[in-house]
């Protein structure tokens, strides 16, 4: 069993940054972040599989904006999120599975961390 714990997160003003990390306990092939917003679904927002050389992989509305990073070493993984806007907001939860490969669908991420709260004020 792999337990993600994050950190980061909090409120800021449009425009602004803000940098979340997730660590997992133990090795995983693929990382990365969902978001729900109230009463809305939990959404992919970006990844990065150990697969094939390695590769990370963003949701349209963050590419520009969103840099993922990894530490392997550390079994860590970091999201800067830059130029946030209001609509960024929600909780972002950090997900992990132990099969390679690029997923954007929640139901194939069996670990996920408690999710912290981002909130981007206009």
């Known amino acids: 069993q792999v337990q993600l714990v994050e950190s980061g997160g909090g409120l800021v003003q449009a425009g602004g940054s803000l940098r979340l990390s997730c660590t997992a306990s133990g090795h995983t092939y693929t990382m990365g972040w969902f978001r729900q917003a109230p009463g809305k679904e939990r959404d992919f927002v970006a990844a990065y599989t150990n697969w094939s050389g390695g590769y990370t992989f963003y949701t349209d509305s963050v590419k520009d904006r969103f840099i993922l990073s990894t530490d392997n070493a550390k079994n860590t993984v970091y999201l800067q999120m830059n130029s946030l806007k209001p609509e960024d907001t929600a909780v972002y939860y950090c997900?992990?599975?132990?099969?390679?490969?690029?997923?954007?669908?929640?139901?194939?991420?069996?670990?996920w961390g408690q999710g912290t709260q981002v909130t981007v004020s206009s």
């Open positions: 997900a992990a599975r132990s099969l390679p490969g690029a997923s954007r669908n929640a139901a194939q991420y069996p670990y």
